[in-house]
């Protein structure tokens, strides 16, 4: 947890992580590690935790928190970590992509800004598509047909696709649709290895908004259907109000994908 308290008369206001078990974020702090995939993945030895997490370990407001945490699996499967946390006085979390420092190790920062508490998490997944793109290219390279390979690539971007919201659906429809149609084995892989597609790829498995509701916006969709005079939420209504939700059009666009609405 991230602590921020007052600070007294020209000194400035300090952040204060405590490495500790969180009832709503999985494990928090040392051995930080929220596992997805059954006995798939592990992690120990999260960071920061002053101590093994016994004492807080103090930032100044403004500075960046570097989360580090070991993150793996069994197997030749590729992994993927995000590094969660959020102010005490708001409901969802931010997600950050950690990045590979090498060895199992993982990293990435976010920044305190207000005063209050934090809490904070690191969680780890197999990443399949990552897998099934470092297969691809081995099976390339030892000379075996790509077709089959090829069909479960496509089928993992049409599920991506079926949670996107319009401005990526399409689109990764369209990658699919490619992938299955290019004219050889060279062509496919090296479709599959371009940039759009993991960058679509990573905004899928983060499933997180540009900015999420405060709680000032939460009340103000409150008052907004107290003010309709709305008995129940339906799917008509939230489409009509998520824009005091949400501010952001992709946000908007996210949420009525993941509702289905």
Excluded at 128 to 140: I, V
Excluded at 157 to 175: C, Q, V, Y
Excluded at 184 to 195: C, I, K, P, Q
Excluded at 226 to 242: P, S, V
Aim: charge should be negative.
């Amino acid at each position: 947890m991230v602590d921020v308290g007052a600070a007294p008369l020209l000194e400035a206001p300090q952040v204060r992580l405590e490495a500790r078990q969180g009832r709503d974020g999985g494990i928090v702090g040392d051995d930080a590690f929220t596992q997805t995939g059954g006995n798939r993945g592990g992690g120990c030895a999260g960071a920061p935790a002053g101590d093994g997490g016994r004492f807080p370990v103090r930032r100044m407001v403004g500075d960046a928190v570097r989360g580090e945490a070991d993150v793996f699996a069994d197997g030749h499967d590729r992994v993927a970590a995000t590094l969660l946390y959020r102010h005490e006085g708001e409901f969802p979390w931010h997600k950050v992509p950690m990045r590979p420092l090498g060895n199992d190790r993982w990293a990435a920062e976010f920044t305190a800004e207000l005063l209050g508490g934090y809490l904070y998490s690191v969680e780890g997944r197999i990443d399949h598509f990552a897998t099934w793109r470092a297969d691809l290219r081995s099976r390339f390279e030892a000379g075996q047909n790509l077709g089959a390979d090829r069909e479960i690539g496509a089928r993992l971007l049409e599920a991506a696709a079926s949670r996107a919201g319009r401005l990526d659906a399409g689109r990764l429809r369209e990658l699919a649709a490619a992938l299955r149609e290019a004219p050889d084995d060279a062509a496919a892989l090296a479709l599959a290895e371009e940039e759009e597609i993991a960058e679509l790829m990573a905004l899928r498995r983060q499933a997180d908004l540009k900015k999420p509701p405060s709680i000032a916006e939460s009340l103000d969709w409150a008052r907004t259907l107290l003010t309709l005079g709305a008995t129940e939420l339906t799917d008509d209504l939230t489409r009509q109000t998520l824009s005091v939700l949400l501010k952001y059009e992709r946000d908007i666009d996210t949420a009525m994908a993941e509702l289905r609405i």
